[in-house]
Each structure stands twice: as structure tokens, then as C-alpha cells.
């Protein structure tokens, strides 16, 4: 899938993003990154059920079935720690939770930030396993 394959509704997410769909969770550090994980993502009727989580916190919506990225209705800000929450809930076992000391001292873009770093590596670990096994 290209950037012609997407329609994008006003604005592109503020990279990096966190993506979460039926598949789980996954970062995307560039607009090809998140592309390639829209192109992978399984065909859903609603638009909620894939969101993209920019590096300001912003939700953005993805439609499988027309290839439509927008910004979320209402324009819906995640929190820090709701962000850390979903992270910690969506970890593969034997994966380390993300904890701050406090969470107030910390920029929602550093935390964002952050968290796509892990899942981006955690990907990439589970790539080479998942090879390494077949």
C-alpha cells in the first residue's frame, strides 16, 4: 500500500504513532511503518476498531474498508496513563512492564515516544523468534 492508498481526512498523525487493532498493539516511527501496518490490519465495519494514537496523544480512526485515516470524533486526547495502561495490557508475557516514578514529570510525547520505541523493539524480537523457529 502506498501513501495514494490512504485517504487522509484533514491531517497525517504525528509520527511516531501507536497503533491498536484486533491484532494487538504495534509503533510505527515513520509514515512508511504506518502504511505497511494499515495494509496488514484485518478488514473491520467500524472505524473505531483501529486507532492511531499520535505523538500528542490525538486519536485518529482507521476505516479497513474504504482506507480512510481521520482524526477520531470529538477529538479525543489519550492520557498518560491510560496510554501506559493500554501498553501494560497488551504485553506479551515475559515482557517488562512501563513504569515512570511519576508520571507528571514526564511529557505525554516522551512517554508516547517511548512506548512506540518498546513495541517497535518487542516487534522486531518477535520477528526474529517467530524466523528462528520455522
Do not use: C
Amino acid at each position: 500500500m502506498t501513501e495514494s492508498e490512504v485517504t487522509v481526512m484533514f491531517r497525517w498523525p504525528r509520527l511516531p504513532v501507536i497503533v491498536l487493532s484486533s491484532q494487538g498493539l504495534a509503533a510505527a516511527m515513520d509514515r512508511k511503518q504506518l502504511i505497511d501496518l494499515l495494509r496488514d490490519t484485518p478488514p473491520s465495519e467500524s472505524m473505531q476498531d483501529v486507532k492511531v494514537i499520535d505523538s500528542e496523544g490525538w486519536e485518529f480512526w482507521f476505516g479497513t474498508d474504504k482506507r480512510i485515516l481521520a482524526p477520531g470524533l470529538g477529538a479525543k486526547k489519550w492520557t498518560k496513563k491510560r496510554l501506559i495502561e493500554m501498553h501494560n495490557a497488551h504485553l506479551v508475557p515475559g515482557r517488562d512492564l512501563y513504569t515512570l516514578g511519576s508520571i507528571s514529570n514526564h511529557k505525554l510525547e516522551r512517554i508516547i515516544g517511548e512506548l512506540a520505541g518498546l513495541l517497535t523493539k518487542h516487534n522486531a524480537e518477535e520477528a526474529a523468534e517467530r524466523r528462528s523457529t520455522s
